[in-house]
Antibody, heavy 114, light 109 residues
Framework: QVQLQESGPGLVKPSETLSLTCTVS??????????WSWIRQPPGKGLEWIGY???????NYNPSLKSRVTISVDTSKNQFSLKLTSVTAADTAVYYC??????WGQGILVTVSS | EIVLTQSPGTLSLSPGERATLSCRAS???????LAWYQQKPGQAPRLLIY???SRATGIPDRFSGSGSGTDFTLTISRLEPEDFALYYC??????????FGQGTRLEVK
């Protein structure tokens, strides 16, 4: 059973960079044919796909966030990561990592505030 | 961008009743790229249906999906107490056109 766990700061200041890591257990990021995803959900609102990465390093991003997003993978640590630059209050959300869209982490709340 | 519109926004039903949730796409999408999720408060979404009609692993057979083109439906044949939750549809391929509907809240009448 694949399990995912998000980690990172729960509070980020406006204009700074949000950085999160997803640690995968029960499966390998390097051997999966599925991409590894990041999705977010502002409090009380719906789901927004951020992007995903294959073990090869190939990425696809939501066009609305593409200029600010970088997703990377570290196969040696069985992890993948999200960086979102120049954050504002609108980036406050629960951030989920997932294997494509079938296995999800529990989510981590990131608040953007000074 | 493909926009998914779910209806109704809120559905009030009783346990044992049949639930029918709708998802309409702004343009025709491949049935192989339409999914449904269930989300309960404080939890991550749970994949129910992929490819418009295939149940994900461990999903009870009271959940079924159907549809094609622009109109898709999630049906719960007989509601159990644990089925009252938020439901989202999603178009998941090809990227970057991955979008979610705004959700339908299924509440106890």
């Amino acid at each position: 059973q694949v399990q995912l766990q998000e980690s990172g700061p729960g509070l980020v200041k406006p204009s700074e960079t949000l950085s999160l890591t997803c640690t995968v257990s029960g499966g390998s990021v390097s051997s999966s044919s599925y991409p590894w995803s990041w999705i977010r959900q502002p409090p009380g609102k719906g789901l927004e796909w951020i992007g995903y990465i294959y073990s090869s390093g190939s990425t696809n991003y939501n066009p609305s966030l593409k200029s600010r997003v970088t997703i990377s993978v570290d196969t040696s640590k069985n992890q993948f990561s999200l960086k979102l630059t120049s954050v504002t209050a609108a980036d406050t959300a629960v951030y989920y990592c997932a294997r494509y869209f079938d296995y999800w982490g529990q989510g981590i709340l990131v608040t953007v505030s000074s | 961008e493909i926009v998914l519109t779910q209806s109704p926004g809120t559905l009030s039903l009783s346990p044992g009743e049949r639930a029918t949730l709708s998802c309409r796409a702004s343009q025709s999408v491949s049935s192989s790229s339409l999914a449904w999720y269930q989300q309960k408060p404080g939890q991550a979404p749970r994949l129910l249906i992929y490819g418009a009609s295939s149940r994900a692993t461990g999903i009870p057979d009271r959940f079924s999906g159907s549809g094609s083109g622009t109109d898709f439906t999630l049906t719960i044949s007989r509601l159990e107490p644990e089925d009252f939750a938020l439901y989202y549809c999603q178009h998941y391929a090809p990227s970057p056109s991955i979008t979610f509907g705004q959700g339908t809240r299924l509440e106890v009448k």
